[in-house]
C-alpha cells in the first residue's frame, strides 16, 4: 500500500491519500478517530527516535501522504493549466459575508465559508459554515502538523503592524476577509492539502469547537515530540539546489520587504500629496470669488483639482486594499517555505546520522537496516514534495505579480487618465471667455 | 529730461499729467489703442509718432546672465549678477531687425528704474519686478539668488519687466527708461538728477495723510480693498502650490525606488526577470520625468508671482490716491492761518486758487487713474487665462507623460 514508489500515484494519488489514515489509526490507537487521520512525519520521526521497534512498520506512511504531491511537474502544470480555465474544479470555496458579534467576553469577527464540491468526500454538495480568525488559525497549524513535507498558504497576520488600526472597521475586516479568502483558495487548489482531514471537517462541521477539543490531547503529546527532534541532529551540507532555495527565499523576502516598504511611502507621500491639493482647490475658488471675468475660468481650475483629489484617493485606496495585503501574503509565505526547508533539513540530517550510525557498525551488520531506508525514503519523499510545492508556488507567484503589478500600472493609468480628462474639460473654457472677448 | 523737474512747484505735483515726451497725446485714446492691441511688440507703433526716441519699432530681450565680482560704494568685494539688454529696431519693409542697443545692467539697476517710475506715475500701475530673492520656493528649489535656475527665471522676468513698461502707452515714452535701455554709463546719475527722491519723501508724507481722508471714492476704496484679497489669495495658493510640488516631487521620486529594486529583484528571478528589469527602468523615467515638469510649473508660479506683486504695487497706488484726495481737502491751509495775519489773506486767496487748481488736477488725476487700472484689469485677465491655459496644459502634458510611462511598464509587467 503506502510504501509504493512516489511516481507511481500521479492519478490516484488523492485516493491514496484518503486510504492512508486508517491502517495508521488502527495501529496507534491511542489516536482520535477520524480526528488526527494522516499523523505528522515529525511525529513518526519521533517515534522513530524514541521506540523504534513499535512505529517501525508504519513507517512507509511518510511516502503515501505525500506522493501526490511528489508527481512530476508535469501533473502540476496541468492542474495549473485547470485553474486557469476552471472546468475540471471540483472544489469551490468562497469567504465572504463577515459579522460582527459582541459578546461579554469578547468582540469578533466570523466569516461566512461557502464550500461547493463533487468530491465523494464531501457528503451534501453545498455547506455553509461560519468561523473567525482563530478557527482559520487552528487549521493551518493542523496542515502544518499533518502536512510536514508541504507549504502551507500564510494567513493574513494577527495583528496589525500598523498600530493603531481599528480591528472592526470595515476596510480591516475587508482586507482580511480577502486574505482569507485567498488563503482557502490557494488550499482548495492544492493536489494534496485540498483532500486533507482537518481542512474538510473547517469546511463542514457545524461545531468545529467541539471537534477541536478530540485533538488536543494528541497535540500536547505533540509539542513533547517535536522538542525532541528539534535537539536531535544537525545537518551537515544542504544539498545545492535546497541551498539555492533557501538563498532565492531570503533575497525574496528581502526585495519584498523593500518593495513594501517603498509601497507604504509611495501611500503616505500621495496621502500628504492629497492633503495639499484638498487645500490648493479651494484657493482657486477663493480666488474666483473676487474677479469677475475670471471667476468662471478659477473655478473650473478649482473643479479640476477636486477631481484630481478624488481619483488620487481612489487610486492610495485601491493601493492599500490591493496591492499591499499581496505583498504582505508573499512575504509570510516565503517564511512558511523556510519553515518547510527546516523541516527537510530535519528530516536529511536524522537520515545521515542514522547512516553514520550504521557505518561504524558495518562490520557487525552487512545490510544497512530497515529503518534507516525508510528514513531515506522519508527523505526522498520530502525532497519530492518540496520540490513540487516550490515549483508551484513560483508559477502561482508569477501570475500573481504578474498581476498584481500590471494591476498596479493600470490603477496608475486611471489616475492619469481621470486627471487628463478634468484637465482637458477646462481648457475650452479658459479658451472660448479668451475668444469671446 | 529736457522737462526735468528743476521748479519746485512741479516737484510738488504727485501726477505728471503730461506724459515726458508727448505732451499732447490723449491719455485716454492710448490706453484705448494699447489696450486693443497688447502685443510686446508694438509698444512703440501707435504711440511714438513724434517721438523721436521712438521712431521704429523695437525688439527688447534681456538676453544673457553673467555673474559678475566688483567693489560696491564701500569699497567691498561683491558678487553680483549683470543682465544683457539688447534692443533691436525692426524695419517694417523686410521685417528683419538690427541690434541697435546692447549693455548690462544689474538687478538694482532696474530697482532705480522702477522707484522713479513709481514715483513719477503715481496714477498707473507700474509693472512689479520678478523678486530679489526667491520666495515660495519647495525645499528642492534652491533659495540662493545666484543658482543659475533662479538667475534664469529673474533674468525671464526681468525682460518681461522691459517689456511691460515698453507696451505700456504712458512708461514707454519715458526718457528715463530709453536711456535705461541705450545710455550703459552716467545713467543713475541722470536718474538722480530729475530729483525723484524728493518727490518721493513728499510722497511719504502724502501717505501719512492717507488716514485723515474723510470721504474717500468708494470706487478706490473697492480697489484696495481687491488688491488685499488678491494680494493675499495669490500668496495663498502660491504657500500651497509650493507645498503641492514638494508632495508631487515625493511621490514620483519614490517611485524612483522601485527601479532600483525591480532591478535586484530580477537578478534571482528567471521568467520574470527581462519584465521586471525593463520595468524598473520605466520606474526610473518615472522618477526623473518630475524634475521637467515642475520646473515648468515654477514658471506658472512665476507668473502668478508677478501678480502677487501687481496686487501690491495696486496697494501702494491706492493709498497714494488717497493721498491725493487727502490734499483736495485743503490739509495745507489751516497751518498757513497760523502765519501772520497779513500774509493770511494773500495766503488764502492763494490757498483758495491752490484749492480750485487742485481739485481740477485731482479729478484729472483720478480719471487717468482709474483709465489706466482699467488698462491693467484688461491686461491681468488676459494674462491671467493665458498663465491658466498653460498651467492646464502643463497638467495635461504631465498626465500624458504620466499615462505613458504606466503604460510602458504595463507592458513590461505583462510579458512576466
Redesign the interface.
Known amino acids: 500500500m503506502a510504501g509504493g514508489p512516489p511516481k507511481a500515484l500521479p492519478s490516484t494519488g488523492p485516493h491514496s491519500l484518503r486510504d492512508m489514515p486508517h491502517p495508521l489509526a488502527g495501529s496507534s490507537s491511542e489516536e482520535a478517530v477520524g480526528g488526527d487521520s494522516t499523523p505528522s512525519p515529525d511525529l513518526l520521526m519521533a517515534r522513530s527516535f524514541g521506540d523504534k521497534d513499535l512505529i517501525l512498520p508504519n513507517g512507509g506512511t511518510p511516502a503515501g501522504t505525500s506522493s501526490p504531491a511528489s508527481s512530476s511537474s508535469l501533473l502540476n502544470r496541468l492542474q495549473l493549466d485547470d485553474d486557469i480555465d476552471g472546468e475540471t474544479r471540483d472544489l469551490f470555496v468562497i469567504v465572504d459575508d463577515p459579522k460582527k458579534h459582541v459578546c461579554t467576553m469578547e468582540t469578533y469577527i466570523t466569516y461566512r465559508i461557502t464550500t461547493k464540491s463533487t468530491r465523494v468526500e464531501f457528503d451534501l454538495p453545498e455547506y455553509s459554515v461560519r468561523r473567525r480568525y482563530q478557527d482559520f488559525d487552528w487549521l493551518r497549524s493542523k496542515l502544518e502538523e499533518s502536512q510536514p513535507t508541504h507549504l502551507i498558504p500564510p494567513l493574513p497576520e494577527k495583528f496589525v503592524v500598523k498600530g493603531v488600526v481599528d480591528r472592526f472597521s470595515e476596510e480591516f475586516v475587508e482586507t482580511r476577509r480577502k486574505a482569507l479568502d485567498k488563503f482557502l483558495k490557494r488550499i482548495t487548489d492544492h493536489p494534496v492539502l485540498s483532500f486533507n482531514e482537518h481542512f474538510n471537517v473547517f469546511l463542514t462541521a457545524k461545531d468545529l469547537n467541539a471537534y477541536k477539543k478530540q485533538g488536543i490531547a494528541l497535540l500536547t503529546r505533540m509539542g513533547e515530540s517535536v522538542k525532541h527532534v528539534t535537539g536531535g541532529y544537525k545537518l551537515r551540507t544542504r544539498p545545492l539546489e535546497f541551498a539555492a532555495i533557501g538563498d ?1 527565499l531570503d ?2 523576502a528581502l ?1 519584498l520587504g ?2 513594501d516598504r ?1 509601497a507604504q ?2 501611500i503616505k ?2 496621502i ?2 492629497l492633503v ?2 484638498r ?2 482647490g479651494p ?2 475658488s ?2 474666483s470669488a ?2 469677475g ?2 471667476a468662471e ?2 473655478e473650473g ?1 478649482s473643479a ?1 483639482i477636486g477631481n484630481c483629489s478624488t481619483a488620487l484617493e481612489e487610486l492610495t485606496d485601491d493601493m492599500t486594499e490591493d496591492f499591499l495585503p499581496v505583498l504582505r501574503e508573499y512575504i509570510l509565505y516565503s517564511d512558511s517555505m523556510k519553515s518547510v526547508l527546516k523541516k527537510r533539513d530535519q528530516v536529511q540530517a536524522e537520515y545521515e546520522a542514522k547512516l553514520e550510525a550504521v557505518a561504524l557498525r558495518k562490520e557487525d551488520r552487512p545490510k544497512v537496516p530497515a529503518d534507516v531506508e525508510k528514513c531515506q525514503d522519508r527523505m526522498e519523499c520530502f525532497n519530492a514534495d518540496l520540490k513540487a510545492d516550490m515549483e508551484r508556488w513560483q508559477n502561482n507567484k ?1 501570475q500573481d ?2 498581476q498584481l ?2 494591476g498596479m ?2 490603477k ?2 486611471q ?3 481621470k ?2 480628462m478634468a ?2 474639460s ?2 475650452p473654457l ?2 472660448e ?2 475668444e469671446a ?1 | 529730461m529736457e522737462q526735468a523737474p528743476r521748479d519746485p512747484e512741479r516737484q510738488l505735483q504727485p501726477a505728471p499729467l503730461e506724459p515726458l515726451g508727448c505732451p499732447d497725446a490723449g491719455l485716454g485714446a492710448a490706453v484705448g489703442k494699447e489696450a486693443a492691441g497688447a502685443g510686446e511688440e508694438d509698444s512703440g507703433v501707435d504711440t511714438m509718432t513724434h517721438n523721436n526716441f521712438w521712431l521704429k519699432k523695437i525688439e527688447i530681450s534681456v538676453s544673457e546672465a553673467e555673474k559678475r565680482t566688483g567693489r560696491n560704494a564701500m569699497n567691498m568685494q561683491e558678487t553680483y549678477t549683470a543682465y544683457l539688454i539688447e534692443t533691436r529696431s525692426v524695419e517694417h519693409t523686410d521685417g528683419q531687425s538690427v541690434l541697435t542697443d546692447s549693455l548690462w545692467r544689474r538687478y538694482s539697476e532696474f530697482e532705480l528704474l522702477r522707484n522713479y517710475l513709481l514715483v513719477y506715475y503715481p496714477h498707473i500701475v507700474v509693472p512689479p519686478l520678478p523678486e530679489k530673492r526667491a520666495e515660495f520656493v519647495w525645499h528642492k528649489l534652491s533659495a540662493d539668488n545666484m543658482d543659475p535656475d533662479f538667475v534664469e527665471r529673474r533674468r525671464i522676468g526681468l525682460e518681461n519687466f522691459l517689456l511691460r513698461i515698453a507696451s505700456h502707452p504712458i512708461l514707454c515714452r519715458d526718457k528715463i527708461f530709453y536711456l535705461f535701455l541705450t545710455q550703459e554709463g552716467n545713467w543713475k546719475e541722470t536718474v538722480n538728477e530729475t530729483g525723484f527722491q524728493l518727490k518721493a519723501d513728499s510722497r511719504l508724507k502724502a501717505l501719512n495723510a492717507t488716514f485723515r481722508v474723510k470721504n474717500p471714492d468708494k470706487r478706490f476704496t473697492d480697489l484696495k480693498h481687491y488688491s488685499d484679497e488678491l494680494q493675499s489669495v495669490i500668496s495663498h495658493l502660491l504657500r500651497v502650490r509650493a507645498r503641492v510640488a514638494d508632495r508631487l516631487y515625493g511621490v514620483y521620486k519614490v517611485h524612483g525606488n522601485y527601479g532600483r529594486v525591480f532591478s535586484e529583484w530580477s537578478a534571482i528571478e528567471k521568467e520574470m526577470g527581462d519584465g521586471l528589469q525593463s520595468a524598473g527602468h520605466h520606474m526610473d523615467v518615472y522618477a526623473s520625468s518630475i524634475d521637467d515638469i515642475l520646473e515648468d510649473e515654477e514658471h506658472y508660479a512665476d507668473q502668478l508671482k508677478e501678480y502677487l506683486f501687481y496686487a501690491e504695487a495696486l496697494t501702494v497706488r491706492t493709498f497714494s490716491l488717497k493721498g491725493m484726495t487727502t490734499k483736495l481737502f485743503g490739509q495745507e491751509t489751516p497751518e498757513q492761518r497760523e502765519a501772520r495775519i497779513k500774509v493770511l489773506e494773500e495766503q488764502i486767496n492763494e490757498g483758495e486758487q491752490q484749492l480750485k487748481s487742485k481739485n481740477l488736477e485731482g479729478r484729472e488725476f483720478v480719471k487717468n487713474a482709474w483709465a489706466d487700472i482699467e488698462r491693467f484689469k484688461e491686461q491681468k485677465n488676459r494674462d491671467l487665462k493665458e498663465a491658466l491655459i498653460s498651467y492646464a496644459v502643463m497638467q495635461i502634458s504631465m498626465c500624458k507623460k504620466g499615462i505613458q510611462v504606466w503604460t510602458n511598464a504595463k507592458e513590461c509587467f505583462s510579458k512576466m
Open positions: 532565492y533575497m525574496f526585495k523593500t518593495i517603498i511611502r509611495i507621500e500621495e500628504e500629496y495639499e491639493l487645500e490648493y484657493v482657486y477663493t480666488w473676487l474677479e471675468e475670471l475660468p478659477l481650475v479640476c508569477r505579480f504578474r503589478l500590471m500600472a493600470d496608475n493609468i489616475y492619469y487618465e486627471c487628463l484637465w482637458e477646462i481648457i479658459l479658451q471667455k479668451q472677448k
